[in-house]
């Protein structure tokens, strides 16, 4: 099961302004991290353990970061850690056929979603006092979940995947009960990702084409699929640093990173900027805030690879974490 493109082989999150954690798998499988913290790097890597199938999700809230990812044994795996304290590794069960999507609400909701070895989607959340245990939203899919929370008048969660047809399928959580599912068609190649800007959403993916495509909801209904070019080698990254801001991201078939930016206001930028590097994953991006976009990419020497928005410019080149 998964894309016939490159996926992502780095983690990343955000703890605030100038803070940041990132992942990465050891040659064991076992998951490591490096942190920044205002103008440096903690000196190494520290190890976490466990053995992974695929890089896990991560997630942060106030102090606290949640882990969870599929392990070789195909059951879900959580740690997490509040303020410096990380406690152990809990297993979940579960078999799942994919890499594990995580999201998060407030203080105290924590749901993921992952495709079973049914090739069902199968979900598991925690209220702030437990879990609620495998449920199935049936399904048939090809690549692993991409899931958002949209937060109005009422908290609405979105999940997309890819199904064995090449459709991008949609089922989403409007306050109180599942809807059905949804084919919003299309033949893709890679996952769907999708990101929140304001009310909007947007799904993005690579088509037969090789170019990415994207589909917008904005607050009542889904515009047609349109392309914005490019020729990739790896699912789309894409994140929102503000209300009417959109970055994506993607490693072309050159093994270099693009990038192209979207405004409520302009549209889409005048096209695919080349940032170079040698890439062996998708990339990776966070953002701690406004004007700042913080990318992350394995090179293929195996290394980690990070390049930075300030506002105005990327920075110089490429620098390795590792």
């Known amino acids: 099961m998964g894309s016939l493109l490159k996926i992502a082989a780095i983690a990343a999150v955000t703890l605030g302004t100038g803070r940041m954690d990132v992942y990465q798998l050891t040659s064991s499988n076992a998951l490591t991290y490096r942190s920044y913290s205002g103008d440096s790097w903690s000196p190494s890597w520290s190890n976490l353990g466990g053995t992974f199938a695929s890089i896990p999700a991560v997630v942060s ?16 795996w959580h740690r997490y850690r509040n303020g410096n304290s990380w406690s152990g590794w809990n297993n979940y069960g579960g078999t799942f056929g ?19 070895t049914d090739g069902a989607a199968w979900y ?53 009960s599942w809807g059905v599912w949804d084919n919003r068609g299309g033949s893709f190649i890679s996952e769907v990702i999708s990101i929140t800007v304001s009310v909007n959403i947007f799904i993005f993916g690579i088509r037969e084409d090789r170019a990415m495509w994207y589909s917008r909801w904005d607050g009542s209904r889904w515009s047609s699929w349109q392309s914005i070019g490019g020729n990739f080698n790896s699912k789309p990254t894409c994140v929102s640093w503000g209300s009417d801001r959109v970055d994506c991201i993607a490693t072309g078939t050159d093994s270099g990173a693009w990038h192209r930016s979207w405004t409520s206001g302009g549209g889409w930028s005048s ?10 994953s998708a990339p990776t991006v966070v ?20 390049r930075y928005w300030s506002g105005s410019s990327w920075s110089n080149g490429w620098n390795t974490i590792s």
């Open 287 to 306: 953002s701690w805030g406004s004007n700042r976009l913080d990318c992350f990419c394995k090179g293929n020497d195996d290394r980690v690879y990070h």
């Open 124 to 176: 598991n959340e925690w209220n702030g006092n437990q879990w609620s245990g495998y449920r199935s939203l049936g399904g048939t899919f090809s690549t692993s979940l991409s899931v958002v929370i949209t937060v109005t008048v009422t908290v609405r969660i979105d999940f997309f995947g890819v199904g064995n047809d090449k459709s991008c399928w949609h089922r989403n959580w409007g306050g109180s």
């Open 98 to 116: 994919s890499s594990i999507s995580l999201v998060s609400y407030g203080s105290s909701y924590l749901s993921y979603y992952g495709v079973g």
């Open 61 to 76: 809230t106030s102090n606290r970061v949640d882990i969870i990812g599929t392990g070789t044994d195909s059951g879900a």
């Open 271 to 280: 096209g695919w900027t080349s940032m170079g590097g040698d890439f062996s």
